[in-house]
Structure formats: structure tokens, C-alpha cells
T-cell receptor, first 118, second 114 residues
């Protein structure tokens, strides 16, 4: 069974350019999360969706960041315009909503997209 | 609001020695607790979880963790460390009330000496 798939794995871009990161969650999962990981700030939750609806975007740094989930099998995180301080590894994760000991909301992570903004 | 503290940023342990990683959480109700491991260049992988029941839980790769409500702790242990256990370890707390949102600790980086 395929896990969470993210693309691209690596992206190098120049300041001011638009960056789009993509994520395909595990089939059947109904929650999707975008995290950002840096040395300075650790793992930060940016936004998450339940059943394709954004539930909490309080972690989105500013208006330059936007995320969409047009259907259950695809999500994007867009940065426009990008800045050097956006350089980080961006992780997508998916899960099933908590409803039992067997389905207790653990996240399944993709391998991440490493973004470098010059 | 839920929060997680991992007091140790780095731990160095000799191969074959025992390992214990500390995790303290703050949450009013019964939390769901998780330990994840991240190898270099990889995403996070679930090691084990506590949902309810037996407070000592077994995970993959020979790891176990014990939930102690009185101490608000969920420490991770391994009796004998292998070089491949060198990685970063994250404790996380979640709950139904939080809407599937997990809160992660800052992580503990484990170095294994030969």
C-alpha cells in the first residue's frame, strides 16, 4: 500500500518566485496535515484539513502561504512570493479520525519536500 | 491547550547500552500519546502509541513506553541500543477534543557511540 507521496522532494528557487508543493495522502484517510520543520523552530503545524475542509490554519505564517485540498486525494501548499526564511523541509501527513484504540489518529508522514530559497 | 516537553535535546549512548527518552505532556483529559522516530532525510515513522488500557506499550524496533498519569509522562525506553537507532525522536500528544491535531515536542537527537 502506497504511503503519503510528496513532490517535489527537493526544490531550489530564487526569492520572489512561486513555489507549489504537492501531496497525495493515503487512500481512505480523511485528515491531512502540512508541517514545516527547521532547525530553529522544530516541527510546526501549518494547516490541517478534515474531509477536505480546512479546520485550523493558525500556523500559516502569513498571507504568502496558502493551502488547498480540492479532493480527498490531493493537496497543495503554495508560497507566493517565496523568501529565504521559507527555506525548510515541508512535510505532509495524513490520518484517519480518532474513533477507537485501533484508529487513534496517528499520523503517517511523507518523506518531505526540502525547499531552499536563495 | 495541549503541550509536550522533551527535556533532552541531545543524548549520546553507547551501542548495547540502555536508552530512556523523557516526555512530559500537559493536557486536562486523557491524552493519546505517540512516539515517532525520524532518520536523517526521512519523514517521521510511528514507533508506538498509547490510547487506553495497559500503561506499558510495546512498539516496533524493540522500543517500549510507559504512561504515568501521576507524572504526566510517557517515557520511551530500549534495553539495548543498536547503531541504527541513531535518529531524532519525537513525542506527541493528541485527543479527540483537539480534532485529530497532534502536538509535537521539540525532539531528542540520539547519537550512538560504537
Amino acid at each position: 500500500d502506497a504511503g503519503v507521496i510528496q513532490s517535489p522532494r527537493h526544490e531550489v528557487t530564487e526569492m520572489g518566485q512561486e513555489v507549489t508543493l504537492r501531496c497525495k495522502p493515503i487512500s481512505g484517510h480523511n485528515s491531512l496535515f502540512w508541517y514545516r520543520q527547521t532547525m530553529m523552530r522544530g516541527l510546526e503545524l501549518l494547516i490541517y484539513f478534515n474531509n477536505n475542509v480546512p479546520i485550523d490554519d493558525s500556523g500559516m505564517p502569513e498571507d504568502r502561504f496558502s493551502a488547498k485540498m480540492p479532493n480527498a486525494s490531493f493537496s497543495t501548499l503554495k508560497i507566493q512570493p517565496s523568501e529565504p526564511r521559507d527555506s525548510a523541509v515541508y512535510f505532509c501527513a495524513s490520518s484517519l479520525a480518532i474513533r477507537s484504540a485501533e484508529v487513534s489518529g496517528e499520523l503517517f508522514f511523507g518523506e518531505g519536500s526540502r525547499l531552499t530559497v536563495l | 491547550a495541549q503541550s509536550v516537553t522533551q527535556p533532552d535535546i541531545h543524548i549520546t549512548v553507547s551501542e548495547g547500552a540502555s536508552l530512556e527518552l523523557r516526555c512530559n505532556y500537559s493536557y486536562g483529559a486523557t491524552p493519546y500519546l505517540f512516539w515517532y522516530v525520524q532518520s536523517p532525510g526521512q519523514g517521521l515513522q510511528l514507533l508506538l502509541k498509547y490510547f487506553s488500557g495497559d500503561t506499558l506499550v510495546q512498539g516496533i524496533k524493540g522500543f517500549e513506553a510507559e504512561f504515568k498519569r501521576s507524572q504526566s509522562s510517557f517515557n520511551l525506553r530500549k534495553p539495548s541500543v543498536h547503531w541504527s537507532d541513531a535518529a531524532e525522536y519525537f513525542c506527541a500528544v493528541g485527543s479527540k477534543a483537539a480534532g485529530n491535531k497532534l502536538t509535537f515536542g521539540g525532539g531528542t537527537r540520539v547519537l550512538v557511540k560504537p
